[in-house]
């Protein structure tokens, strides 16, 4: 069974983003091994300099390496990633688990995104959108997507 982390800078705040979430926390239970975990965003003043945003990204990309598995097939979600179908998100899902690799992580930056280290080190650097979204929301979607792709892997009706 795949082990999928979602690793993301930032928690869940409103109940309705935590039920969400846990929802389709549930329905991956059934399909691989699930792990969330929430790393703390960096405090920054009220308007950052570019030297503090900069390093309040390096200090959250330590965070996130050092909770990264071995073996990891690491997706870096970033504006300036490519968008997937749903179709292609499972095909590239279905993959991985043919492959080497033992873990699919999937990481969300906080509100300035994330540092280019982490970019650079992901296999894979996805867009959900040329939209701009809260990055709460972006978590729920990014949830039902990686459920859809199972869903499509195993030819259910849910994906129409």
Not at 19 to 33: F, I, N, P, T, V
């Amino acid at each position: 069974m795949l082990s999928v982390y979602l690793i993301c800078v930032g928690k869940l705040k409103e109940r309705f983003y935590i039920d969400a979430a846990m929802e389709y926390q549930k329905r991956l239970s059934g399909y691989c091994k699930f792990t969330l975990l929430e790393l703390p965003e960096e405090k920054l003043p009220q308007n950052p300099t570019q030297g503090q945003v900069e390093q309040a990204l390096w200090k959250e990309a330590q965070s996130i390496t050092a909770k990264l598995p071995p073996s990891a097939h690491l997706v870096a979600m970033c504006v300036e990633g490519k968008p997937q179908s749903s179709e292609q998100l499972a095909q590239m899902m279905g993959s991985v688990q043919q492959s080497s690799a033992k873990h699919l992580v999937f990481v969300i930056g906080g509100s300035y995104g994330l540092h280019p280290y982490i970019k650079e080190k992901a296999a894979v650097r996805l867009s959900m959108s040329p939209m701009t979204f809260p990055h709460h929301l972006a978590r729920i979607m990014l949830l039902e997507q990686i459920y859809r792709g199972f869903k499509i892997q195993e030819g259910s009706s849910y994906h129409k």
